[in-house]
């Protein structure tokens, strides 16, 4: 958070995080601090929130996390259990229209010049789940002369100079000394202006709340230690998250061992979501 933020401020982020805190979900967590390059002390202690959870805010050290998250595209199946967790997690709502993350199908057909580009809420794929809570990829193609076709995961960029922050009129997204950007829920409005400024579609207005939604690495698991909620379900592999001031965490080596790249680089953002296997159409 931002050194100049009011004493007031200060507590009620507090309030929220812990807030936040309180939504971990731990029954089938794999993951454990050291492979996240989380090292908690042995005389840690956390600070209880009104509703009986709470969030570690002495055994955690913001100063020495870096956080960020890698996606191998070349992994990437498509079958969309990274989207199902989010939702279910992260208490997204239950429809094919707003998500958290979401993954990007890119068809390149025989003599089309164009590529051929559809997610989950394409209403062809819509149809084919038969349902607004489970997600999956019509067989649309399997008559067309597929020269290449793969799929990338997308999701909120947490970028370096977020867009979103700045525009934002009440300070209710922000971004914490660890690199995850935020929305206070307290303070948002609703007005909207931060998801026309994200310039990877990666906000939605959350209309049961009436607040701006979008992913948070899953903030709740990864100060705890755990793996956010999309990368721990993925069958293959193809998420990947750490802490980049870990030389050795599972990002670190991602992207150090490969040639990685971010989506629409000449924005600005710098993003803080690192690809790898994706084409110059993918933006």
């Known amino acids: 958070m931002k050194k100049e933020d009011s004493a007031p401020t200060l507590v009620a982020r507090r309030a929220f995080l812990a807030k936040l805190g309180g939504a971990a979900t731990c029954a089938g967590a794999a993951v454990g601090a050291a492979t996240l390059g989380i090292l908690p002390t042995a005389s840690a202690k956390t600070e209880p929130a009104a509703d009986g959870a709470s969030f570690p805010t002495k055994d955690y050290d913001w100063t020495k996390h870096q956080w960020a998250f890698g996606v191998d595209a070349t992994k990437c199946i498509g079958c969309l259990r990274c989207v199902e967790a989010c939702k279910t997690e992260n208490s997204v709502p239950q429809n094919a229209h707003q998500f958290r993350t979401w993954v990007e199908r890119y068809v390149h057909i025989e003599d089309e010049k164009e590529t051929r580009i559809d997610s989950q809420q ?116 193809a998420r990947v998250f750490g802490n980049l001031k870990d030389k050795q965490s599972p990002v670190s080596l991602f992207i150090r061992n490969n040639r990685v790249q971010v989506l629409k680089p000449d924005m600005g953002n710098a993003p803080n979501v690192f690809y790898v296997g994706i084409d110059k159409e993918v933006n």
């Open 122 to 237: 394409d209403p062809v794929n819509i149809e084919a789940s038969g349902s607004e809570k489970t997600f999956r990829f019509a067989n649309r193609y399997k008559d067309a002369k597929v020269d290449k076709a793969f799929f990338v995961p997308k999701l909120c960029n947490h970028c370096t100079h977020p867009s979103c922050v700045q525009v934002c009129p009440t300070g209710a997204t922000f971004k914490t000394e660890d690199g995850v950007v935020l929305v206070d829920e307290t303070y948002c409005i609703g007005c909207r202006y931060c998801v026309q400024a994200c310039p990877y579609g990666a906000r939605f207005l959350n209309e049961e709340k009436g607040v701006a939604d979008k992913c948070t690495w899953c903030y709740h698991r990864i100060t705890k230690g755990l793996q956010p909620a999309c990368v721990e379900v993925c069958p293959v592999g």
